[in-house]
């Protein structure tokens, strides 16, 4: 059940009406009611994995609070991670590494064709840090089963995240929420600009991106490039219009997820922009692998041995360089059980640990060259440098397989300012029309612009509180008209899927 189509819609309108209409009490019985029946409309028996997973992460946190023992716990909490990894693992990677294996060692082991749970990766990481948590005595364990079970099945958040910490939401969902007029506006707003930047240009874009990656030898150069652009600018719509729908449906129901996003295209480096982009797994990735394992004594141990035989500065990185390159690796094997997202993943961590470890050079050259690193125009280079990589980048993990992304690769260095292809009737034939493109320009500006403005520090939501009620509902009437009038759907259009919903 997609969260923009039809049925979605009138799920969320009943669920609205039972939880501040109901007995207030029992809103967070009626929230744990609505997630368990929207899973089971969305996946079916698959409803039995996120169960099992979450009784299991339940009952593993319990021991691991009884037990006062250091040790014990860290054991404890190793076999609840491993049980609740192993999960994972088996049912999104499992095909993969046969697949892998049979074609390396030239094999025939069965596939076990499992079916995806909807949201798995994110209530994995999610059950993940609890367990972590619950061991390092940052938090209690939830006594309450039914609690507990609400917190792992949320419904607005387990579609594509974030990724929840336990004590910054566990708290919210059982508190009581009173009938808010200004925070339930606030809520439907963001819900609403989440919903247009989805079906207004995400899936309109779509339509174009999926037939330039489909058929990337027909395309060359700058033209190919232009299609990764779009396909940049449709996954921001996509991922940050889900988080921003999320987001709004939690703030109705009075609850506070984090922000994703913030304003990724204006980041300065590929360290940035991760910082910007899926803040909610850049987050856990730092907590629960990065800082483990770049303060483990074995690292740190190699660190300095390698000292002495490579330098000081390599020496000393290592501990450092390696923990990163695990955690950009698993960000892009978190993406997919593909060798593409490994190399993905690869790709980001490489550049980097480049920008590190060359960070000095990095500064004689701009000495040299008397170049200001806090003017406009050495940050606006900046930007372009890093929306440049970051598009490249994103040819592996878009493209169909590693096989197309070389590909790709290839035919962006060919006939690199051959403008041949840019005409009207190349863009008719992706599958939209001129108005439409046009469309979807004027869409980008507008989130661009708005992008600049949260840059800038202004909330957008209380300047639109501040005006006059006809003001407020015209902007209200408008965005509803836009998404009615420009939203694709309809009679032969179904739903898209979030792109990190599969995820």
């Known amino acids: 059940m997609s969260l923009v189509s039809f049925k979605f819609i009138l799920f969320l309108g009943m669920s609205f009406f039972v939880y501040f209409a109901g007995p207030i009490r029992l809103q967070w019985v009626f929230l744990l009611l609505f997630s368990y029946l929207y899973y089971y409309l969305s996946s079916g028996k698959l409803l039995m994995v996120l169960l099992g997973t979450s009784l299991f992460t339940y009952a593993i946190g319990l021991l691991i609070d009884r037990c006062e023992d250091k040790k014990k716990r860290k054991l404890l909490s190793s076999l609840g991670v491993a049980g609740v990894l192993g999960s994972l693992i088996l049912i999104k990677y499992a095909d993969f590494i046969i697949t892998s294996i049979n074609s390396l060692l030239h094999g025939n082991i069965s596939l076990f064709h499992f079916l995806m749970p909807l949201g798995i990766s994110y209530y994995t990481l999610a059950a993940i840090a609890y367990l972590n948590d619950i061991a390092k005595k940052r938090i209690k364990a939830e006594k309450n089963v039914l609690r507990f079970l609400l917190y792992m099945a949320y419904f607005p958040q387990i579609i594509q995240g974030p990724i929840p910490k336990y004590e910054r939401l566990a708290k919210q969902l059982y508190e009581r929420h009173d009938f808010d007029y200004v925070r339930i506006c606030h809520g439907l707003q963001l819900m609403g600009w989440g919903i247009a930047k989805k079906i207004i240009l995400a899936d309109r874009l779509s339509v174009p991106v999926k037939y330039i990656f489909d058929n990337y030898q027909q395309f060359h150069g700058l033209f190919l490039f232009f299609g990764l652009i779009c396909y940049g600018f449709q996954l921001y719509a996509d991922f940050s219009g889900g988080i921003d729908a999320v987001r709004g449906i939690s703030q109705v129901f009075g609850i506070t997820l984090d922000d994703n996003f913030r304003q990724p295209y204006f980041s300065r480096s590929i360290e940035e922009f991760w910082r910007r982009w899926h803040i909610s797994l850049g987050a856990w990735m730092r907590e629960y692998v990065f800082y483990p394992l770049s303060l483990s004594k074995r690292l740190n141990s190699i660190g300095k041995k390698l000292r002495k035989s490579l330098g000081n500065n390599i020496g000393k990185k290592f501990p450092v360089f390696t923990a990163m390159f695990v955690v950009y690796l698993l960000v892009g094997i978190w993406h997919g059980a593909d ?39 050495w940050r606006l280079f900046q930007m372009l440098r890093t929306f440049l990589i970051v598009t490249l980048g994103r040819v592996l993990s878009r493209a169909n397989s590693l096989k197309d992304a070389f590909g790709i690769y290839k035919n962006l260095g060919s006939a690199l300012f051959d403008l041949s292809a840019f005409n009207a009737q190349t863009f008719t034939d992706l599958g939209i029309s001129i108005r439409e493109w046009i469309l979807c320009l004027i869409c980008v500006i507008v989130i661009m612009a708005v992008d600049v403005i949260k840059e800038r520090g202004i909330d957008i939501r209380e300047s639109i509180d501040k005006k006059n009620l006809v003001v407020r509902w015209t902007f209200y009437l408008l965005l509803i008209m836009l998404i009615l009038v420009f939203g694709k759907y309809g009679p032969g259009y179904e739903a898209s899927n979030f792109i990190y919903g599969n995820f």
């Open 339 to 377: 060798w593409k997202y490994a190399a993905y993943g690869i790709w980001n961590g490489v550049f980097i640990m480049s920008s590190i470890l060359l960070e000095d050079q990095f500064k004689m050259g701009r000495d040299k060259l008397h170049i200001n690193d806090s003017s406009k125009g």
